[in-house]
């Protein structure tokens, strides 16, 4: 037995979550949820940025929404991989998920390309980011519903965190922000 007292050891650093998110759960045509060359693909677009404002390069965004016609299920079974390799090739290009999985890049944007969702006037998203223990739940609005359960219940300045603006000079474009926290953030939604 050593008569030499423990030697306190240090406190390990503090961890984040991540990041990790954007190395193995992207996929190729990930935010491609319209087919190629479809008429009425809706672009959804905008920057994830943290409390201070700063873009969040390393972020992962999931989309799910209703069908153009309103039903709530797309078709699974989408995604092809390489026959040999086994590697994911991406969307075979021809149907309609309702699902999106796009990560950030180094500027903290992303891009979907879409259909408008028939019946809600939303696409759901959940975010992944570094630092959250747990993952956010939210909405980007395409348009503004005075009729919406949600949107109804917000003070204005609440509200237009949901909403997803319109670009002008932009066919069919619009721009959705999310920020984590601080002046302007996002609605998120709680489900517990």
């Known amino acids: 037995m050593s008569s030499t007292p423990p030697r306190a050891l240090p406190p390990t650093p503090s961890q984040t979550v991540g990041p990790f998110f954007g190395y ?9 949820v319209a087919p190629p060359g479809h008429p009425d693909t809706v672009t959804l677009h905008g920057r994830v ?13 999931e989309f799910w929404q209703a069908g153009p016609d309103g039903s709530p299920s797309g078709a699974p079974g989408s995604l092809r991989r390489d026959p040999v390799t086994g590697a994911v090739l991406g ?8 699902f999106a ?3 950030t890049d180094a500027d903290g944007h992303y891009t979907l390309r879409t ?12 975010v992944f980011a570094r630092g959250l223990l747990h993952h956010l739940f939210t909405r980007a609005y395409l348009r503004d519903d005075p009729d919406d359960g949600l949107l109804s219940t917000l003070p ?15 066919h069919r474009t619009h721009r959705f922000d999310i920020r984590l926290q601080g002046e302007g953030e996002t609605v998120f939604l709680d489900f517990a």
């Open 101 to 103: 999985r796009v990560p």
């Open 24 to 32: 193995a759960l992207p996929f190729t045509g990930g935010g491609d």
């Open 49 to 61: 940025l943290d409390g201070a404002g700063a873009a969040v390069p390393d972020a992962l965004l």
């Open 91 to 98: 969307r075979d290009g021809v149907e309609f998920t309702g």
């Open 156 to 170: 204005a300045e609440r509200r237009a965190t949901l909403l997803a603006l319109p670009e002008e000079g932009r």
């Open 115 to 126: 259909l408008p969702p028939g019946g809600a006037p939303y696409l759901s998203v959940c």
